[in-house]
């Protein structure tokens, strides 16, 4: 992000993860996790240069329809089919600040609740003209926007009825490797979001809210698109200034 | 009644879930012509300088079964034990190296593979050098927050023996589970998510 701020970067270490608003790694509910948990007690390190350091991605790897589902994978003068949406936010940190350069991948099941993807085995259509992948980087601001269509809800092998709420899977670069996040955005007002074993495994109710993308009216594009409001908030860090840090460090 | 402090939360984790590879390997996916290649699969160049690697293994679960829908991330330094990254404040790392690499399992095997180079030494926040190694990130379905550890080499023995992260693992029969094998070139470092021999999680 060193073309985007003239500001000093931050070298301080981040602050230990909260883990009370993170899922706990066995949730049974969630079937999956049950062989998948570690069960020992985890090696507790505050951050070293290892740790507060991070990959930066420039916009120079970014295409003109990255952040374009409706149309990054269609074929020329056709597009997804769907209920066209905007996805937008800001990426801020633990301190309220936002986060510039961040990385972000999002990706998502087409309309219909499918994905096109070889282990999907749902019933419902592709879509040719919808891949589901797309990303972006935050400016100055920590602000990022991208277009898509809606993904619809879809069944999942886990309990025998058992349906994932629409969502769309985001990844997320900030700037030192132990901010590194996957999460899943949610939309205002659905029902099955309190359903889903996967929400479930998230224990605090505040938490799950936090993943809830507000429909933004003043955002919507008339006779075009409307548009969610998604802010993602990830791991702040001290300041350097009063710790007593020896050189290279 | 205080002032408040103004903080606000993290975001909570929620699983990569099976179909990661379409968000972030959509190549590998076989969602091809949205970008032109996958992020993180090229870590070296002709120029990079250090000794060729390659680290392999796989992500294997409490059954004893590999996953194979897996996706991990490393973060290392270069030769010289800097990092590309503008939050190194010691030097200019390598810019033939970028640090960072990313590897889906392979969906038949389980097996990953990045080809880098041996990274240098780092120091802890005491200026210790700790002993040379690589950061890991694990992401897959029915992981619901990424897990982190690290890769050391098991030809560093002596480096090992000083390390200030190592020191702190307090049942040292545990030890083992973070130092990856070396044959030939190659390092492999399989990683168990539970069981006698669950690898060495961090919580950083």
């Not at chain 1, 990706?107 to 003209?129: C, F, I, M, T, V």
């Not at chain 1, 809606?150 to 985001?170: L, M, S, T």
């Amino acid at each position: 992000m060193s073309d985007l701020s003239n500001k000093k970067p931050e070298t301080g270490a981040f602050f230990g993860r909260d883990r009370s608003q993170h899922p706990p790694a066995y949730t049974p509910g969630y079937k999956t996790s049950v062989l998948r948990s570690p069960q020992k007690a985890l090696l507790s390190l505050d951050g070293t240069v290892s740790e507060i350091t991070g990959p930066v991605f420039g916009h120079s790897i970014l295409g003109e329809l990255d952040n374009d589902l409706i149309h990054n994978f269609a074929k020329s003068g056709e597009s997804a089919i769907g209920e066209r949406i905007i996805v937008h936010g800001r990426v801020l940190d633990e301190r309220a600040r936002p986060v510039p350069g961040a990385l972000i991948e999002f990706w998502q099941a087409n309309a219909g609740g499918r994905y096109r993807h070889k282990k999907e085995s749902y019933l419902a259509a592709l879509d040719p003209n919808f891949g589901g992948c797309g990303r972006t980087i935050t400016d100055e601001n920590g602000y990022y926007i991208f277009r898509t269509v809606k993904p619809g809800a879809y069944p999942w092998p886990n309990g025998v009825n058992d349906w994932r709420p629409a969502h769309i899977h985001f990844s997320i670069f900030g700037h030192g490797f132990a901010q590194r996040l996957i999460t899943q955005m949610y939309f205002e007002g659905d029902p099955m979001i309190w359903k889903c074993p996967i929400v479930q495994t998230i224990p605090d109710r505040a938490a799950i809210e936090q993943l809830v993308a507000a429909l933004d009216w003043s955002a919507t594009i008339p006779m075009d698109a409307r548009a969610y409001k998604f802010d993602i908030v990830l791991r702040g860090r001290r300041s350097t200034l009063f710790e007593n840090r020896l050189e290279g460090n | 009644m205080v002032q408040p402090l103004g903080y606000l939360k993290e975001s909570a984790s929620q699983t990569a879930g099976p179909y990661v590879h379409i968000g972030l390997t959509p190549n590998f996916a076989e969602i091809t012509g949205v970008y032109p290649v996958d992020l993180g699969t090229a870590m070296v160049n002709d120029r990079t300088q250090g000794e060729r690697i390659t680290v392999t293994g796989q992500v294997i679960d409490g059954s004893g079964t590999p996953l194979r829908d897996a996706l991990i991330e490393i973060w290392q330094a270069d030769a010289a034990g800097l990092y590309n990254s503008p939050s190194e404040m010691r030097g200019s790392a390598d810019p033939n190296f970028t640090g960072w690499g990313r590897c889906p399992c392979d969906l038949a095997t389980g097996e990953y593979r990045f080809e880098t180079i041996k990274p240098g030494r780092v120091p802890f926040k005491d200026g210790r050098l700790m002993a040379p190694h690589i950061s890991f990130w694990i992401v897959a379905r029915g992981i619901n927050l990424g897990l982190n550890t690290r890769m050391y080499f098991s030809d560093e023995a002596a480096a090992n023996a000083e390390d200030p992260v190592l020191a702190r693992v307090e049942h040292r029969v545990r030890v083992p589970t973070l130092i990856a094998i070396r044959d030939g070139s190659t390092y492999r470092f399989d990683i168990h998510l539970q069981g006698d021999r669950e690898t060495v999680f961090f919580d950083i």
